[in-house]
């Protein structure tokens, strides 16, 4: 075990700032479960994009397939709190941490069915077959990216601590964060419009991004990290130098 050295001060401030907004924001006795929040969102949204489309009266195609898409999301993602819960969410939360939570962030992600379903936007581009057949494979690709590489870090740190560089995480650092960036990109691609992706920018760049490395910043005690840090990518594989 190595002494890890300090996180990038950007980082650091964006995590104290990230954990005090959906933690502790307005004080107060702390009885809510970050993870019921999360679920609340994630498991309500087949409900609520089913909603929309009957107050838009909208049951297209590009409709439906939305709603099996992020609706399978929300499902899987309760499925995968069941079975193998991720011990960040287990945190308590005040009331004002549960509300900005998903005001910054949660929420958010149901901006992209009512843009959709309410097709409030023009112009949009039209969503041929060749959109939507690449949305579901990016989809279905993140989607498994996700649930697997967590499933396998829960259930190898069950067993052993330290550095986790086989399976998912032998060429990337952070395949369940890519996964999830996956996911939501296919619900971009849907939208068809700027918004959408301001949104994944605001997430990605305020919350995944000093999240992933933070998380390298505390890994880097671990014996072997320089190593695996060096043929790794963050999110993507890191080519080799042909030189």
């Not at 970050?34 to 009957?54: P, S």
């Not at 992209?112 to 581009?125: N, T």
């Not at 964060?177 to 971009?188: F, I, K, R, S, T």
């Amino acid at each position: 075990m190595n002494q890890a050295p300090p996180p990038p001060a950007w980082a650091a401030a964006l995590g104290r700032l990230s954990n005090y907004l959906s933690q502790d924001f307005l004080g107060g006795p702390r009885r809510l479960r970050l993870a019921w929040v999360i679920n609340a969102q994630k498991g309500g949204t087949l409900v609520f994009v089913g909603a929309l489309m009957v107050a838009y009266d909208n049951t297209s195609t590009e409709a439906w397939i939305y709603l099996a898409l992020h609706g399978s999301y929300g499902i899987a993602w309760i499925l995968k709190d069941l079975c193998f819960p991720d011990p960040r969410w287990r945190v308590r939360v005040t009331l004002g941490g549960a509300f900005m939570s998903f005001a910054l962030v949660l929420g958010l992600y149901w901006v992209f069915p009512v843009l959709i379903i309410s097709d409030a936007l023009q112009p949009r581009s039209v969503a041929g077959p060749a959109l939507l057949g690449s949305a579901i494979a990016i989809h279905t690709l993140g989607l498994f990216l996700m649930v697997g590489a967590d499933a396998q870090r829960h259930f190898t740190l069950k067993n052993r601590t330290g550095l986790i560089t086989d399976g998912f995480f032998r060429y990337v650092r952070r395949p369940n964060y890519l996964g999830e960036m996956m996911v939501y990109a296919a619900y971009a691609l849907m939208v068809r419009h700027w918004v959408a992706w301001a949104i994944l920018a605001w997430v990605w760049g305020m919350i995944f991004l000093p999240n992933m490395v933070l998380t390298d910043a505390s890994l880097a005690r671990h014996d072997g990290w320089s190593a695996y840090k060096a043929r790794t990518g963050l999110l993507l594989p890191r080519l080799k130098n042909r030189s």
